[in-house]
């Protein structure tokens, strides 16, 4: 009995669907995969949706500011709105349910029949009760929508103020940080995401948000929205004398389940909020069902996409003839916040287990934090929290669900690798068959050996076989280690892959990006992978763009790929300030230039030091405030020194035949043609090289990535060496080479580095992985075993010829300084920076120190 708005069903049953959002749709897919739509199916489904798009992505929705267009973002697979019997309205609202007649009722005017009401309209931001949070300048951060509204907005703003330290008000201080504006934190809690972390995680976390200059105030509650001129100023802060000077506020403190539709219609709703549904999905009205965020499910409202894609299948089930249920749902998360990994499991708080113990390991230098919590005999592990390395989570997980045993050194699974001898968790291959690797999608262990051993020979195979990793991606490393694991069995290669959009090693990407010339990666990506990339693809093919093509690295889409420190050309530091370093090639300078370096150090207040690549380093500047120092810089003839790039950094050398009594070949000459030879010259890691004077190596060339030592007959070449964590020894590659020679091999030596070493894979490990060692590597770059030198050395030239300074090309064009404007101009100092005072410099105040400022340039 379809009401007049309905389409005609042609027989079938009709579903209405209020709100298309992730949950919504994973229910319309999870139909029509079961056949339950389309022609011969026994449902016809009409969705109503408020927002403009049909279903997208919102656990990604911050990567909309970073580039993404909201196509980008659609969950809507091809061909999924054509199938016969799905109708769907978007820009509308359902306003009213009427359960008696089984009918709804939009804002659009629309009314239409259902045989079954599924409500998924998901949640709505919580603002909290105080005045002037309608005062223009002020935003949740929810939708699309949102997002472009703050966009807009943020243009002209130079503070911003993030009200709620949780997995949201994070991802929002990150979205101002990409849009130009400078984010303060304020959380209610005394401690960041105090509902995933607890204490010591929290600091952990908390210090690696502030080295991105986003201030973090915890314990301060927001009292009042102050408004001046239409537009917001400030926000009180309980307790504070001093209001908080903002341009924009975004109000992310947490969600209420949008569950007004069910109230007004008499159906039950939880204590706390949420429309009331048993292990199926339905609700106190016949017919009506809730899934996803607006559901309270045994008292339980779940803020997160997995549990929603659980109650979306079970009631896909139902509508099908099915019996299953949904009992509940693992809250384990995963997340990458700012650039920082973060995860909770299971009991992460002891909460739920009497008497539980924890054991923590803590290192805040390195910004690693791990804690197991363990049942009172400490026989089971119960829950963890780690913040900064992740590798054990998979594992973590599946300790905590007891699908499999725990060890019996619990303590050697929280010890980091080197003390454990290794990280003391089973591989996997210990994980029994039902060990559930991706909660995203419920699929198990046994699943997925079936997927691959059937064939799927790939991640994306596996992917799109078993759906697994197609959510929130957390259990794709693990997808990778199962693949080597049945690889290995199978007696096939075991290949490492860059990420889980690309099946190719970097070599192999590296191969395409030069053959095909593709020099744009949503091309490379479509064309060669998957998804919208990540964190280890993006710098990656970016690097390769660079050695390849040279360039401008910052110029359209590039800019979104590199990271932090290549997007402000500058190296962040502790403080959240930069540093400046320009290169000074062979260490050799003028006493102009150095009256310059010393000038623009005194008049912009930087702390200067001399380092061991032989060049000064300015520490302490404001974003603000490098484009005027690299004009003061540029204008007296330095250039960039790529110390935030995976590039060339220096070549060191001693003075040589120049001044040196023992010396036999001109070590300075040399260091300055290679350093003008490589400089800007992109690769997986920095590179280091140096050139001593004769046998005496005062230059400590064999400790670089190449080093040349000179020879009473010419020079001898050393490489792959390192200082750094595990230092290593360089080897020597060639011996009395001419100086014509020598650069030659170098040249293909770097290229042939460049083309095949892993991504973040210093000379020294790609060097020790090569089968055949130095043999190897004497066969191509010198006698050329692989006929690869012509290649490797037009490579290089090309470099050579393409090679320009970033920092002039982005003082010469105004589009390119653009990117600074937010930050031209202000005077300002900013507040939350403290220096003091130290053997006649400024540096950064220590936190026991920040009551003692300075002041400020
Ligand atoms: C920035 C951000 C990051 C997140 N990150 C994570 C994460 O890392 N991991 C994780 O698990 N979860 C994350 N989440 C939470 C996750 O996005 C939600 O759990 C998930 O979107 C819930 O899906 P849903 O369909 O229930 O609600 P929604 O996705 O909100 O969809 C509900 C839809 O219904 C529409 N609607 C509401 N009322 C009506 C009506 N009356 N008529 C018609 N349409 C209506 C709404 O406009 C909306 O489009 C994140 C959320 C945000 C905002
Ligand atoms: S390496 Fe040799 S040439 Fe260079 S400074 Fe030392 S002693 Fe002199």
């Known amino acids: 009995m379809a009401a007049p708005d309905t389409p005609p069903g042609g027989g079938r049953k009709t579903l209405v669907l209020a709100g298309y959002g992730m949950i919504g749709h994973r229910l319309v897919a999870s139909l029509a995969e079961r056949g339950q739509l389309g022609d011969d199916g026994p449902w016809q489904a009409v969705v109503v949706g408020e927002e403009p798009y049909a279903a997208y992505d919102r656990v990604a929705l911050s990567s909309y500011v970073d580039g993404l267009g909201a196509d980008d973002l659609s969950l809507v697979a091809p061909g999924l709105h054509e199938t016969p019997g799905l109708t769907v309205h978007l820009s509308d609202t359902v306003t009213a349910i009427d359960p008696a007649a089984r009918s709804v009722a939009t804002a659009g005017g629309r009314t239409l029949g ?15 009760p105080i005045s002037g949070t309608d005062t223009p300048g002020v935003f949740v951060y929810r939708t ?7 966009r807009t907005w943020a243009a002209g703003c130079r503070t ?12 929002a201080a990150n979205a101002l940080r990409i849009l130009g504006v400078r984010p303060t934190v304020v959380e209610f809690a005394p ?47 309980d307790g504070w004398d001093q209001p908080l000077e903002a341009d924009l506020v975004v109000f992310a403190a947490g969600v209420r389940p949008r569950d007004q539709l069910a109230r007004a219609a008499g159906i039950a709703v939880g204590e706390r909020g949420g429309v009331v549904i048993d292990d199926g999905c339905a609700t106190s009205a016949p017919g009506v069902y809730a899934v996803g965020e607006c559901a309270v499910h045994r008292g339980r409202v779940y803020g997160l996409v997995a549990p929603g894609y659980s109650m979306a299948d079970v009631l896909a089930d139902r509508l099908s003839g099915g019996e299953a249920t949904f009992t509940g749902a693992d809250t384990s998360t995963k997340l990458k916040l700012l650039g920082v990994d973060v995860a909770s499991v299971g009991d992460a708080h002891g909460t739920a287990t009497p008497g539980s113990r924890a054991l923590v390991y803590s290192d805040p230098l390195a910004g690693d934090y791990r804690k197991l919590v363990v049942t009172a005999d400490g026989s089971r592990v119960v829950g963890g929290i780690l913040v900064g390395d992740l590798s054990a989570y998979p594992m973590l997980v599946q300790l905590a669900r007891g699908a499999i045993d725990t060890p019996e050194r619990i303590d050697a699974l929280i010890a980091p690798a080197s003390a454990a001898g290794g990280d003391g968790l089973p591989g996997v291959a210990g994980l029994p068959e039902a060990a559930v690797v991706c ?37 794709v490393p693990l997808l990778a280690d199962l693949l080597d694991d049945e690889h290995r069995k199978a007696g096939k290669d075991v290949r490492r892959t860059l990420c889980e959009h690309f099946d190719h090693t970097r070599q192999e990407l590296f191969d395409i990006v030069r053959l095909t010339r593709v020099r744009s990666f949503s091309t490379l990506l479509g064309e060669h992978g998957r998804g919208r990339g990540c964190e280890i693809c993006k710098p990656a093919v970016a690097s390769m763009f660079a050695s390849l093509a040279g360039g401008y690295i910052l110029d359209g889409e590039q800019a979104t790929l590199q990271d932090t420190n290549d997007h402000f050309l500058a190296n962040m530091q502790r403080d959240g300030t930069y540093s400046v370093v320009p290169r000074v090639p062979g260490g050799e300078i003028t006493p102009e230039k150095l009256i310059v370096l010393g000038q623009v150090a005194q008049d912009f207040d930087l702390y200067t030091k001399i380092t061991g690549g032989q060049r000064i380093d300015l520490f302490g500047a404001r974003v603000d405030q490098l484009p005027a120092i690299w004009a003061r810089l540029v204008e007296a003839g330095f250039e960039s020194g790529h110390a935030y790039g995976k590039a060339l950094r220096t070549v060191k050398s001693c003075v040589g035949t120049t001044w040196c009594r023992y010396g036999v070949q001109d070590a300075v000459g040399l260091a300055i043609a290679l350093e003008l030879r490589y400089r800007g010259l992109r690769a997986p890691h920095k590179i280091k090289c140096a050139v001593s004077g004769c046998a005496r ?21 050393h490489v792959a060496g390192n200082g750094g964590m595990t230092p290593r020894h360089a080897v020597l590659l060639a011996s009395d080479l001419d100086t014509e020679t020598l650069v030659r091999t170098i040249d293909r030596f770097l290229m ?12 020294a490990t790609w060097f020790n992985k090569l089968e055949g060692g130095i043999d190897h590597v004497r066969g191509v770059v010198i006698d050329d075993s692989l006929g690869l030198a012509a290649e490797l050395e037009a490579d290089m030239e090309r470099h050579v010829a393409t090679y320009e300074c970033e920092w002039k090309a982005t003082l010469d064009d105004p589009a390119r300084l653009a990117r600074f404007r937010s930050f031209v101009n202000v005077d300002e100092p900013d507040p939350s920076l403290v220096f003091v ?21």
Request: glycine fraction near 12%; charge should be negative.
């Open 114 to 128: 259902y045989d079954a009401l599924v409500l998924a309209t998901g949640s709505v931001p919580f603002v909290p």
């Open 144 to 150: 699309i929508e949102d997002l472009d509204a703050i």
């Open 160 to 171: 911003g103020v993030v009200v709620g330290g949780g997995l949201l008000g994070l991802e």
């Open 191 to 237: 401690r960041l995401m105090p509902v995933q972390l607890d204490e010591g995680a929290a600091a952990v976390l908390r210090d690696r948000i502030e080295a991105l200059d986003i201030t973090v105030c915890t314990g301060c509650a927001a009292t009042a929205v102050r408004e001046e001129g239409g537009q917001v100023v400030a926000l009180d802060i």
């Open 439 to 475: 909660s995203c999608n419920s699929v198990d262990i046994g699943t997925l050996r079936g997927a691959i051993q059937g064939g799927a020979d790939d991640i994306g195979a596996v992917k799109a076989c078993t759906k697994a990793g197609t959510t929130c991606g957390s259990c």
């Open 697 to 717: 190596e005062c230059a400590e060339a064999q400790g670089k990535d190449v080093g040349v030592i000179a020879t009473e007959r010419g020079w001898n070449l």
């Open 752 to 763: 042939y580095y460049v083309r095949t070493a892993d991504r973040l894979e210093r000379t």
């Open 837 to 857: 005072r130290e053997r006649g410099q400024r540096r950064p105040a220590q936190p026991h120190e920040r009551d003692v400022p300075v002041a400020q340039p």
